[in-house]
């Protein structure tokens, strides 16, 4: 309870700690609070900024759909006349077809037609000479009908 | 309690004896035995315990500090430079409120007093018994733990913020203009005298005051826990209890007083006039 030299001795070493607080202990505090108080003013600032870019991609986003809906009717309903056209034209390819398939057969049928004919006639006629043959056959006499060659060839002969 | 063949003003005598050390009347030098051969030893005598332990918990505070400042910063801060950022923050914005200039000193200053006074005074926390006992053991005959209830901490303290009060005052407004302050205020000049007495007394007032609040503050509440300490064992927690609680308080408010006031005083020392 008595003042005495522990006053200048105190006095001495609150000194000494102010300015070793001053020197090495404050400086590295402040700076390093400043840098933090500057990265997470940065971070924040970072943050609004993805926010608000997240808006923007979100309201483009919502462009880009609303966009790719309206162009996707526009080629669904494109699709659906081109089909409508295309289902048309095969159509009318089809009937076409058709048609000339059809007038090919008819010919062929009228050739087929008219060959058998041909043949027919040819077999009908080499069926009636045969038959001729036959009946000349049984109907030729070589006396009988001398006179009638000798006709014939003497005429060939003087032909 | 230490030792049972004390009587109760022995005890508390005991213990609110600094260990100092000086040259006894016969011309030895050595330790005061009571504090009546303290006295005797007259000014040129040290308190060890008192410089020992503020040396100590001052060191300690640097430590610490030191080494939260020097940590890999800039990333999440973990628990002790948290803590430590904390209390930085905390004083820095004391002074950044009340302290108007500028001055690279101001803020350390004020927070090696904050810490310092709050180290300085949670050594009344500790059990008041303890560390004396301890020292008893190892044969040091007396030990004051808490450096605050000792009049040359406090006063150290106080004189070393009047000595920046006057330095800042002559640097920022020269010699003639703190005499001036001084002397021609608050009445006009030829009142001169009166002036400078009144200034005087104001001047020197704010380091007494400074010094003896927080002694009385300290002293009382240690007090109170060596008159706690003194009653049956059953009952010394029923009141040492809600007496440290109520302390870790005083501590911290003590602590933050001294350092509100220093910045104050300072901030008007650089102040031109009022």
Redesign the interface.
């Known amino acids: 309870?008595?003042?005495?030299?522990?006053?200048?001795?105190?006095?001495i070493?609150?000194?000494i700690?102010?300015w070793?607080?001053?020197k090495?202990?404050?400086p590295?505090?402040?700076?390093?609070?400043e840098?933090?108080k500057a990265?997470i003013a940065e971070g924040l600032a970072a943050g609004e900024r993805g926010q608000k870019e997240q808006e923007l991609a979100e309201v483009r986003a919502k462009d880009v759909i609303s966009g790719a809906h309206a162009e996707a009717s526009d080629i669904i309903n494109l699709a659906n006349v081109r089909a409508g056209e295309m289902i048309e034209e095969a159509k009318g390819k089809a009937r076409e077809e058709a048609a000339k398939v059809k007038k090919g057969a008819e010919a062929e049928i009228e050739q087929e037609v008219a060959s058998a004919r041909e043949v027919l006639r040819e077999q009908v006629s080499a069926l009636a000479i045969a038959a001729a043959e036959q009946i000349i056959k049984s109907e030729i006499d070589a006396t009988k009908h001398k006179t009638l060659i000798d006709n014939v060839s003497s005429q060939l002969g003087s032909a | 309690m230490s030792g049972e063949n004390l009587t109760s003003s022995e005890y508390i005598k005991h213990h609110?004896?600094?260990l100092?050390y000086?040259q006894h009347p016969d011309g030895s030098w050595g330790i005061a035995h009571g504090?009546e051969a303290?006295?005797e030893?007259?000014?040129?005598?040290?308190?060890i315990d008192?410089?020992a332990i503020?040396?100590i918990l001052?060191s300690l505070?640097?430590y610490v500090?030191?080494k939260?400042?020097?940590a890999p910063?800039?990333g999440v801060?973990s628990g002790l430079q948290n803590f430590?950022?904390m209390v930085?923050?905390f004083v820095?914005d004391s002074v950044k409120d009340s302290f108007n200039s500028r001055n690279?000193?101001i803020?350390?200053?004020s927070?090696?007093?904050f810490v310092?006074i709050v180290l300085m005074n949670t050594m009344d926390l500790v059990p008041v018994d303890y560390i004396p006992h301890l020292g008893q053991m190892v044969g040091i005959p007396y030990l004051k733990v808490v450096p605050t209830t000792?009049?040359?901490?406090t006063?150290?303290?106080a004189?070393?913020v009047f000595f920046l009060i006057v330095f800042y005052s002559i640097k920022v407004k020269g010699p003639g203009g703190f005499f001036a302050e001084l002397a021609f205020h608050p009445f006009p000049k030829f009142l001169m005298p009166f002036n400078l007495f009144l200034e005087l007394v104001s001047l020197i007032s704010k380091p007494i005051s400074l010094a003896l609040r927080l002694f009385g503050n300290m002293y009382a509440g240690e007090m109170i826990f060596i008159l706690i300490a003194m009653l049956p064992l059953g009952a010394q927690w029923a009141l040492s209890v809600p007496w440290a609680i109520f302390h870790i308080l005083i501590v911290i408010l003590q602590a933050f007083i001294f350092m509100t006031l220093t910045i104050v005083y300072l901030s008007m020392a650089h102040e031109e006039s009022h």
């Open positions: 309870m008595n003042i005495n030299a522990t006053l200048i001795g105190q006095t070493a609150f000194f700690f102010v070793f607080c001053m090495y202990v404050w590295p505090l402040m700076a390093a609070l840098e933090r990265k | 609110l004896t600094n100092t000086g504090s303290a006295k030893m007259g000014f040129w005598a040290l308190n008192t410089l503020s040396i001052g505070f640097l500090f030191k939260a400042a020097t910063t800039t801060p430590v950022e930085v923050e820095d690279p000193l803020a350390p200053l927070l090696t007093i310092w000792d009049p040359n901490m006063f150290a303290m004189i070393g």
